[in-house]
Every structure is written in C-alpha cells, then in structure tokens.
C-alpha cells in the first residue's frame, strides 16, 4: 500500500460549482491520478 504525504497548495479558491457535473468528474479524476503519480515518484526517490 502506498504510504506518502503530499502538501498540496492551492492558489486561490477553486470553485467548481459551475461546472456540469462530468467537468467536475473529470477534474477529481485527473486531480487523483496526478497526486497518485506524484506520490509514486516521490517514493521513488
């Protein structure tokens, strides 16, 4: 199982409300799959 802490930074406040609900999909689709690459690679490292 993978264990890695990530500091996550947001600039700005991201409000997603407008978008449809696929868009919103897609954005917390992406969102995990980047932080699950960054997280593997770090534990690479």
Do not use: C, H, W
Not at 21 to 42: G, H, I, N, P
């Amino acid at each position: 199982m993978l264990n890695t802490k990530l500091e996550v930074i947001s600039v700005g406040t991201p409000d997603i409300s407008n978008l449809q609900d696929s868009e919103q999909r897609l954005f917390f689709e992406t969102l995990y799959v980047k932080v699950l690459e960054l997280a593997k690679d770090k534990k690479k490292n």
